[in-house]
Each structure stands twice: as structure tokens, then as C-alpha cells.
């Protein structure tokens, strides 16, 4: 991890803080701060020195001058559902927090638009287009908590962006405060822009660009109808066949998800889902789109089930049956709570026709590290979330866990793939960045970085590694090659 700066919070600092904010929107008790230590990635932990949650983009702006002129650093957060620390403090003594802003600011039902705060909880945003027949399309397994702001900045996937696409792909306007206090309006509500893709630069920044406030976000008309299926295979490897075998026959899902043996037991018993606890994998399949279309798609995608091994292909009959198992995927993270006191979700992508390779990769390394590692992932972007249990009381498995979760990323990037399909980059995956990018690369983002912030005080020490700071690896993978 890179070196903390020397903090410059000093009591004039959090005086004038308190001025512009008030009182209760201040948190300085270092008990109620250690809420804030951390994230979903649980390896790493510290608790910023001021937790600030402000009410509006002007109340940021003036905390963001204030901190300018002391050279405070500081790290933005939304609802701490993040899986690769990216709102751990690091060097950033002042958390700020956009839980406040929470509110839907304009609905333009015509042009299929949204406005929202960057705080307002993802799901939030689909139940209230959803009586007019619109849904907001990324949706990632955390939408239940996670906020607008945190899906921007880690430009976040979930089952259904196999279809409809990525966050980048759905936002068009962002107001952002800067890290000197300006707020800067990138994009707008028009679909074509000139110039620099300023708003694409924001998306997936982590945080590193300043504190995003306000999204201008496209609406998506809610599919006629849909057919969820669920296929049961005897093991990983026919499961992921399946995908690659549906997608190359031409059918694109809206959304396929599979689960390993290891996460439907923890399923089953935490939820009783119904799924079938002897089945070596299982895949949820949702398509969606022309009712008249479905059944002859839902036929096909059963036969190239079970063509590629599938024992039973089993369609959801009604509403209620699909909610469970939606229900079943999105909640896995929690049910593996029950597994082990804790856990390591790591997110790797590779070609989808590499999945077979890369979950018998997996089982080699949890192996050789003698470790329980499930999987539950999208499985039709080439996206894995191998989750390595463990237990943080344990130095050894703790240092386990992580030795073997950078081996499934080294293995992942060998077999063409990338380090992360959502979760980002944050701290957990910086050392590896070398292995994609070359230091020419590495130079350019970090340029691109300081046009938005100079100072690099928005969320230092994250995703850029410093030059010398990580692992050097032999043949540094140009992007270009990807
Ligand atoms: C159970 C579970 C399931 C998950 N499933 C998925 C999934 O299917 N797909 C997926 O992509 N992710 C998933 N995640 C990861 C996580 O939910 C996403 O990364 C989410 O976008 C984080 O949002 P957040 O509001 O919690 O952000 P935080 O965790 O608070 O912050 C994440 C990053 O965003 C920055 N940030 C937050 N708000 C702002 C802002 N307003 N302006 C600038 N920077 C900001 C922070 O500094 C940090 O770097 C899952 C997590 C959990 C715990």
C-alpha cells in the first residue's frame, strides 16, 4: 500500500467544517468512525479521522475549498458496499459521505430520462419508473444499498448489463465537484456530444475525480415479458459450456448467472430457494424482450442446456417463482456469511470460452492453499466472483486468502482476460495493474487523473500504483491488446 500522508485536520480545520455543515452533520467519535473502517473488502481496515455527510452539491463545494486551502485529502462514499476498497481511507483523513443526497430530482418520461443525487439508493431509482413501465437497466447484486455515486464511480455491472450494458452506458450528465470546491457540469441530457468523452472519464474513476453529486441517467422500457429458467448441471464446467453454447447459437439473454455447489448450499440454507442441493452448478437464464418470442427462445436456450450437459432445465412458472430465485442469486453474498466468519468476493473477467479453464484454475488454487473458494458470477460477461472463505483471526489463512485471490487475477489476465468487471480497482488489485498496463500507460491515466485533481487529494493512494510501489512484472500487457 502507498505511504499516508501526514494529516493536516487540525482543530481550526474541523471548526470551519463545522461552520459550513452544522453540527449533525459531522461524526468525530472514533467509536461511531470504526462503522466507516471499511468496506465489503474486509482485509484492509481504517477509520477516516471525520466522517462528513452533506446535504447539497454547494454544502460540498464549500467543504471542498475548505479542504483545498488546508491541502486536506479526502475520500467520497456512498453506501460502503465496495468490494476492492475504494472508499478505504488512505492518506484521506475526511470521509464524505453522500447518504443525504438522496433525492429524485426530475423524471422526463418522453425522453426516457432521470436526474438523481449521486446518494440515491440504485434500486430507488427503478421503483420509481417502474408503474410507467421503465426500469433503470445496471443492476448490480448490491442495488438494495448501493448508491448511484459508488455505481458511477466503479462503473458497475450486474446480472442484466450482459444486455443492456454497463453504468457508462446509461449515463449522460454528471455534475461533479472538484477537488478545489468548482463545480464542473459534464455531458447533459442530449445522447451526442462533441468533444472529449469527459463524463466516460468520470465513470469508472473511482472516486478519483472529485465527489460526483448529480446524474443525468437513461430509462430503459421494461421488457414485454420475460422466461427465467434455471439449469442444473453436475458441474461447473458443462454449466459454463451452456453459456458459451447459448451465445454462440445468437440468443442473448438478458441476464445468465451461475452458481457452484459450494454457494447453493449456503443458499439453500439461509433462503430454502429450492435449488437442488446435489447439483454441481446451476444458471439462472432470464430472457427477455417480444412476448411472441419467448417460448421458441426459452425451447432453444433448454435444448443447448441440455446439449451441453444440463440434467434438468426447470422454467419459472409465474412471478413468485422467478422473485425466488432472483431473490437466491442477489442474496448469495450474505448467505455466505454462514460459511466462514469471513470472506474475499475477488472479480476477474475472462473470454467466456475460458471459463471451464479458469474455474478448474480456481479449484487448483484453493487446493494448493487449502482454502474453500465458491463461485457465483455473471457468467455471460466472462465475469467471475470467486469468493475465498476464510478466517481474519487466522494470519496465516488471511494471508492465504490473498495470496490466492492474486493468483485467480494472474491467471485470469493469462488467459486474456482483466482484473476486475466491476468491483474496481480501489486498493485491492493496485499491485497488480502492471500486469495489464505498461508504465507508459500507467503515466497516462495518472495525466488524465490530474486534470480533474492535481493534488491528487481525491481518494490518494488508490488505483494508480505509485511508480516503483508494486510488482514488476516481465511483459506488461498494453491495453491496446485486450
Ligand atoms: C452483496 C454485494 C453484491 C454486489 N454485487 C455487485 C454486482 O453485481 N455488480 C457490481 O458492479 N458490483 C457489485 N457489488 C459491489 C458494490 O456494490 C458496487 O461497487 C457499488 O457500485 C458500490 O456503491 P456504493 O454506493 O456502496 O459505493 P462505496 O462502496 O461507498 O464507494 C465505492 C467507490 O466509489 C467512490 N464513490 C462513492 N460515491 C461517490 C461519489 N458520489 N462521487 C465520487 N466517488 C464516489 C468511493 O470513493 C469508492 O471509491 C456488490 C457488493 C456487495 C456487498
Known amino acids: 500500500m502507498a505511504s499516508v500522508g501526514k494529516s493536516a485536520l487540525d482543530s481550526a480545520a474541523v471548526a470551519e467544517l463545522r461552520a459550513i455543515l452544522g453540527d449533525d452533520a459531522i461524526v468525530s467519535r472514533p467509536t461511531e468512525l470504526k462503522v466507516y473502517e471499511c468496506d465489503g473488502w474486509t482485509i484492509e481496515k481504517s477509520a477516516p479521522e471525520l466522517l462528513l455527510r452533506p446535504r447539497s452539491s454547494s454544502e460540498i463545494s464549500a467543504v471542498l475549498k475548505a479542504l483545498h486551502r488546508r491541502e486536506i485529502p479526502f475520500v467520497p462514499r456512498g453506501a460502503g458496499t465496495g468490494l476492492s476498497g475504494g472508499c478505504l481511507p488512505v492518506g484521506a483523513p475526511v470521509m464524505i459521505c453522500t447518504s443525504r443526497m438522496n433525492r429524485i430530482l426530475a423524471i422526463d418520461y418522453a425522453n426516457r430520462r432521470v436526474e438523481v443525487e449521486s446518494g440515491v439508493v440504485n434500486l430507488h431509482v427503478s421503483n420509481a419508473v417502474r408503474e410507467r413501465g421503465f426500469f433503470y437497466a445496471p443492476d448490480p447484486s448490491s442495488q438494495m444499498a448501493c448508491t448511484i455515486g459508488g455505481n458511477i464511480a466503479e462503473n458497475s455491472g450486474g446480472p442484466h448489463t450482459l444486455k443492456y450494458g454497463v453504468t457508462t452506458n446509461h449515463v449522460l450528465g454528471l455534475e461533479i465537484v472538484l477537488p478545489d470546491g468548482e463545480i464542473a457540469e459534464l ?18 474513476a473511482e472516486g478519483t475525480a472529485g465527489i460526483v453529486t448529480r446524474a443525468i441517467l437513461k430509462l430503459t422500457r421494461e421488457p414485454e415479458d420475460r422466461r427465467t429458467l434455471l439449469a442444473i448441471f453436475a458441474d461447473v464446467g458443462a454449466a459454463t459450456r451452456a453459456v458459451s453454447a447459448i451465445i454462440s447459437a445468437g440468443v442473448i439473454p438478458g441476464a445468465i448467472e451461475m452458481m457452484d455447489r459450494l454457494i447453493i448450499e449456503a443458499v439453500e440454507d439461509a433462503f430454502h430457494a429450492g435449488l437442488p442441493r446435489d447439483a454441481g452448478a446451476v444458471l439462472i437464464i432470464e430472457l427477455d424482450g417480444i412476448a411472441a418470442a419467448l417460448d421458441a427462445q426459452a425451447r432453444e436456450v433448454a435444448e443447448l442446456a441440455r446439449a451441453s450437459g444440463a440434467r434438468e432445465v426447470r422454467l419459472a412458472r409465474d412471478e413468485s417463482e422467478r422473485a425466488t430465485l432472483w ?59 470467486p469468493i475465498v472463505l476464510y478466517d481474519e483471526r487466522d494470519a496465516d489463512e488471511t494471508r492465504r486468502a490473498i495470496e490466492a485471490g492474486r493468483e485467480i487475477l494472474r491467471a485470469c489476465v493469462a488467459m486474456g482476460g482483466s482484473l476486475t468487471g466491476e468491483h474496481g480497482i480501489g486498493v485491492e488489485k493496485m499491485a497488480e495493474m502492471p500486469l495489464i498496463f505498461s508504465p507508459d500507460d500507467l503515466i497516462v491515466m495518472s495525466e488524465l487523473r490530474r486534470v480533474f485533481d492535481p493534488e491528487l487529494r481525491a481518494n490518494p493512494n488508490k488505483v494508480i500504483p505509485a511508480p516503483g510501489s508494486c510488482v514488476e512484472t516481465a511483459a506488461p500487457r498494453r491495453q491496446t491488446a485486450l
Open 187 to 204: 455531458g447533459g441530457p442530449a445522447e451526442e456530444r462533441l468533444g472529449y468523452d469527459l463524463v466516460g472519464a468520470v465513470v469508472g
Open 327 to 385: 431473490k437466491a442469486r442477489k442474496r448469495a453474498f450474505g448467505a455466505v456469511g454462514r460459511l466462514a466468519p469471513n470472506y474475499a468476493t475477488q472479480d476477474g473477467v475472462v473470454p467466456r470460452t475460458r471459463l471451464p479453464d479458469i474455474l478448474r484454475e480456481i479449484a487448483a488454487i484453493a487446493e494448493r492453499h487449502s482454502l474453500k473458494i465458491g463461485n457465483v458470477f455473471h457468467a455471460g460477461d466472462g465475469n467471475i466472483h
